[in-house]
């Protein structure tokens, strides 16, 4: 497997739940990650990948997102207008230059199958230490303790992008008729009727 590009924000998701057809249980081998330097170089594609021009040379006909047929090329010249419109961004983030990443948040879940609950480890930005996020309470905690058998999904964000706001990668400006005010969230907010879900 390759990627192209590597994204900002890299999650991994370690499985901790194992369903076979004769049991249920909860996996608590402990993974070892790193907190620092999780290096993704092995798997950017190189910049003159094969695949690509046998394709071209074989005119392919493939079926794009929507289910539309295109030939290969076609697909192709979209996927490059995309990567050339998406660095482009403010920051001219290509996706390509960097590929360490730095762990900043760790979810752990405790407890058995049947029942549990989900605590969070995150690292402040503020002061680079590590803490643990239990429903109300917040603990300091060492980032030693950030690996163990409870963590089940990982944060890590690219080196080059721990400074970039969402402004640098998203278009977050509002738009007319899209979303709802500050006033209708703290309406609904406040009203008793719930969204139930069943």
Sequence with gaps: MSLWRLPPVMIIHLKRF??????????????????????????????????KQDARANGKIEVDVNGEARSSDQIENDVQKDTEKKASLKNGDDGRSESLYDLYGVVHHQGALSGGHYVASLKSELDGKWRLFNDAQIYDISSRDVVDPSAYILFYIR????????????????????????????KMMKSRERCIIS
């Design 18 to 51: 194992q369903f076979t057809q004769h049991m249920r249980r909860k996996l608590r081998d402990l993974v070892m990650f790193p907190l620092e330097g999780l290096d993704f170089s092995r798997i950017i594609a190189s910049s003159d990948c094969d695949t």
């Design 159 to 186: 080196r080059d992008v721990k400074n970039a706001t969402l402004e640098d990668f998203w278009d977050v400006s509002t738009r007319e008729g899209e979303g709802m005010t500050e006033e209708e969230v703290e």
